[in-house]
């Protein structure tokens, strides 16, 4: 009786339970996915899920949770209102879903890091709460969606469209929208009055783009012509294609008619003085704030710092250092819901002395840092890590430590031998870098020519490598005689070839190289007879000299990753970097951009790397067509040997092992932004 009951209402029955199901699977809790234990969920891409894509994929209604002390580090973002919305009020609509590396985490906690000096040593910091629009998984090789949730190429690489975030907000709660990215690349990365020459890669062989805002959430970049290496570029530059137009659009004077008097309200003579003291007049985005250049004006200026996308915001800024706090309006969740930074406060000092940075190192007192390591503090930072509770990684490096001689030096007599190849030839093959690995890099890297490119592609003729490598100091010498620099009063030292006496001054920072890789090579050019002398100064000191025209040698590492050159030509074209970066022939690159009205002519070979490289930029990568313009760029790079190459090595990483959610790097370097892959958004404390 009772089963013909039951069957009788079966579809009663039936019904009810799919609306039950129905309701349970709505509200059911999603599962706390990670990279360690994916529990069978695998998105479009590695380790990150859009919203929706995840609650379909593990069937769950996500439901979000916030860090309990939001509001009591918003009222210490100056700026911002003091009520903070909830939670659903502040993230988008559409966040970012991370899956941390080992385990869901929890809020609070200070991440303890150290860097050189105001702008000096710091971009290992900055990568650490960086974002854009796009970024490189941890496997170095598929770029997936952060800023923007998607994006679309069409099929000649002309047109990039951007999909981004609906209800996105800036740190301040004011929506982000495609109008913040046409305003950085309108209003400032192309406006000479903010940053006086536009860089490479908001140009596409020498031409600028069109960008287009087709709704709030979709921005369309039309190019004068293809260069499929735009997209990699966003991946791995400090330079994000974004700025509050809402914020830093009341100062400009194209945007506002009274921007000036609003600027002088604040004590500033112009709308673009304001603009330049919250964003600097340059696309480097760690400028210091106007918590350092403009403490008379900050109480006048509508935020002491201007809003931001990042995980954190600076709430503090001093000479001494830097404090920053959690942005409560963060886009991205972990895959339980909780709103990401799990760390709440981040706190930078400087100390430019590498010993004091070092010690604290050992201390166990930094939580974190790469940058401005060397393989030679390997065996200090080794010898300690049990002591004071840290792990020392050791991984691969992309720049190398190479060397290049003033080209265009203002001494005509220096810039004739510096131009010489005899002499450039000279002082590579003089240099013992078997040697030098064993001493410098306790024989773990490999003696390797700069190339440009690194790793070197299979494309590319692997000769480029060995160029001019081997050690043959008397080959040096005889070079050197033939360049007209010959010791003509018997006692070991060279003259220059008027005869006057000469000792070359070899400046250095260990932020850019070693002392033991610089004091090494100077013993081997002193050894065939070019005096060289050793000093040690600021990477501030060095930059500034090298951009005044002032070395004889530069010091530095140098080298890109294909991925980096597809985007961006300066390791190219004359001086062959930027400000922080190794550079040869400035006046060569001032003849170039004031068009031959100052400078100094470069060779024609220089014409070849610069249509190359914008040709290479235009080929699809890959084709037959790419790969031989790409073979030619490092052959005529090497063939001149303008940058000298040592060892290609190593270098560590540390990490406090109370920082969680750590993984391994599969580099020490710059090149793909340093800590930007690995999402150091879902680093978590745990003492």
């Avoid at 879903?97 to 906690?109: K, L």
């Avoid at 004068?224 to 009341?250: E, M, N, S």
């Avoid at 790409?630 to 790079?637: A, K, L």
């Amino acid at each position: 009786m009772k089963l013909s009951i039951l069957h009788g209402a079966k579809s009663v029955l039936f019904g009810t339970a799919i609306l039950l199901s129905t309701a349970v699977v709505s509200q059911a809790a999603c599962p706390a996915v990670t990279v360690s234990d994916p529990q069978g969920i695998t998105g479009k891409y590695r380790q990150q899920f859009e919203l929706s894509e995840f609650q379909s994929l593990a069937n769950c209604k996500l439901a979000f949770t916030g860090n309990p002390d939001a509001a009591t580090l918003n009222r210490r973002i100056t700026g911002n209102p003091t009520y903070l919305p909830s939670l659903k009020n502040r993230i988008p609509s559409e966040p970012l879903v991370s899956a941390p590396y080992d385990r869901i985490g929890h809020y609070g906690g200070v991440l303890d890091a150290i860097s050189n000096a105001t702008e000096s040593g710091t971009s290992d910091f900055l990568s650490i709460r960086h974002v854009n629009l796009v970024r490189y998984s941890d496997d170095l090789k598929t770029i997936v969606p952060m800023v923007a949730k998607s994006w679309e190429w069409n099929s000649d690489f002309t047109q990039l469209t951007f999909y981004l975030r609906k209800g996105h907000k800036w740190s301040d709660g004011e929506p982000f929208t495609a109008e913040d990215v046409k305003f950085w690349y309108d209003n400032l990365a192309l406006d000479s009055k903010v940053i006086e020459k536009p860089k490479d890669y908001v140009l596409v062989a020498g031409k600028r783009m069109i960008v287009d805002v087709l709704n709030k959430t979709t921005v369309r970049f039309y190019l004068p012509g293809p260069k499929p290496g735009l997209l990699a570029h966003f991946a791995t530059t400090y330079a994000q294609a974004f700025q509050p137009k809402h914020f830093l659009g009341q100062f400009h004077p194209d945007i506002n008619a009274n921007a000036d008097k609003l600027a002088m309200k604040a004590g500033f003579k112009t709308g673009l003085d304001v603009i330049k003291a919250y964003f600097g007049n340059s696309d480097w985005t760690d400028t210091a704030s106007p918590l350092l250049n403009s403490k008379d004006n900050v109480a006048k200026l509508p935020a002491s710092v201007m809003p931001t996308l990042e995980s954190h915001i600076t709430v503090a800024e001093s000479t001494e250092g830097r404090h920053f706090v959690a942005n409560p309006y963060f886009f991205i969740v972990d895959t339980a819901g909780n709103q990401l930074p799990y760390i709440s406060e981040l706190d930078e000092v400087y100390a430019n002395d590498h010993q004091v940075r070092l010690l604290k190192m050992i201390n166990g007192e930094i939580d974190y840092k790469a940058q401005s390591m060397a393989l030679a503090d390997a065996p200090l930072l080794l010898d300690n890590q049990k002591k004071s509770d840290y792990t020392i990684d050791i991984k691969p490096g992309i720049n190398h430590h190479s060397f290049a001689f003033n080209v265009t030096s203002e001494d005509l007599v220096k810039r004739a031998l510096f131009g010489d190849f005899r002499f450039r030839k000279a002082m590579s093959i003089a240099i013992n870098r078997d040697e030098l690995n064993e001493v410098a890099y306790f024989g773990e890297g490999e003696p390797h020519q700069y190339t440009g490119i690194f790793p070197l592609p299979d494309f590319v003729d692997q000769k480029w490598k060995t160029f001019a490598i081997e050690y043959n100091p008397a080959g040096a010498k005889k070079l050197l005689d033939e360049a007209g620099m010959k010791d003509l009063d018997g006692d070991g030292i060279r003259e220059l070839p008027d005869g006057s006496k000469y000792v070359m001054n070899l400046q250095f920072a260990s932020q850019g190289m070693p002392a033991p890789v610089i004091e090494l090579v100077a013993q081997y050019w002193t050894n065939v007879g070019v005096k060289t002398t050793v000093k040690e100064v600021t990477p501030d000191e060095y930059r500034s000299a090298q951009s005044a025209n002032q070395l004889d040698v530069m010091a530095w590492e140098k080298g890109q990753p294909l991925a980096i050159v597809l985007g961006n030509n300066k390791l190219w074209i004359p001086p062959f970097d930027g400000y922080f970066d190794l550079r040869a022939g400035m006046l060569w690159g001032e003849y170039i951009d004031t068009k031959g009205a100052s400078g100094v002519k470069p060779p024609a070979y220089t014409d070849q790397l610069r249509a190359d490289i914008n040709a290479f930029q235009s080929t699809q990568v890959g084709t037959a067509k790419s790969n031989e313009i790409g073979n030619r760029m490092v052959g005529t790079m090497v063939s001149k040997l303008l940058f000298i190459g040592t060892v290609q090595s190593s270098a560590p990483i540390y990490h406090r092992n109370a920082l969680k959610n750590f993984t391994q790097f599969k580099t020490a370097s710059y090149d793909y932004y340093r800590t930007f892959p690995y999402r150091p958004f879902q680093w978590f404390i745990e003492e």
